[in-house]
């Protein structure tokens, strides 16, 4: 199983995380929830905000496509990157990835899930 590397964020990962044995098949922000690196997640993982946004800074090509309506939203993000995907929509496949949380979402008030 490939591992998942998140990059340190001030709130809600600051020392980093390294997550073995991430299951294939499964969405990043799911491992993510998981794991208890608590990623915000306004929308309940439907593709129909941007508040999961990650920056993918290693293993993007190992990623499905993105849909029309994840680029759609993808639109909207803070600090969009050509690597930026929607954790609730990215499947971990076989290789490894490294995220990083962007610093801001576009979510005025913060979900306490």
């Not at 799911?30 to 800074?57: F, K, P, Q, Y």
């Not at 993105?66 to 939203?73: F, I, P, V």
């Not at 993808?74 to 490894?96: E, K, P, V």
Request: glycine share 4%; aromatic share 2%.
């Amino acid at each position: 199983m490939p591992k998942l590397t998140v990059l340190p964020h001030p709130e809600i990962c600051p020392e980093g995380a390294v997550i073995q044995d991430a299951p294939s098949g499964e969405s990043i922000c799911r491992v993510l929830l998981d794991n208890h690196i608590e990623i915000e997640h306004a929308c309940e993982l439907s593709c129909a905000c941007t508040t999961c946004h990650v920056i993918v800074r290693e293993g993007f090509s190992s990623l499905e496509e993105a849909s029309d309506s994840e680029e759609d939203l993808l639109d909207r993000a803070w600090g969009l990157s050509s690597t930026s995907r929607l954790s609730c929509q990215a499947r971990i496949a076989d290789a490894d990835l490294t995220v990083e949380i962007p610093k801001y979402t576009i979510n005025h008030a913060k979900e306490n899930h």
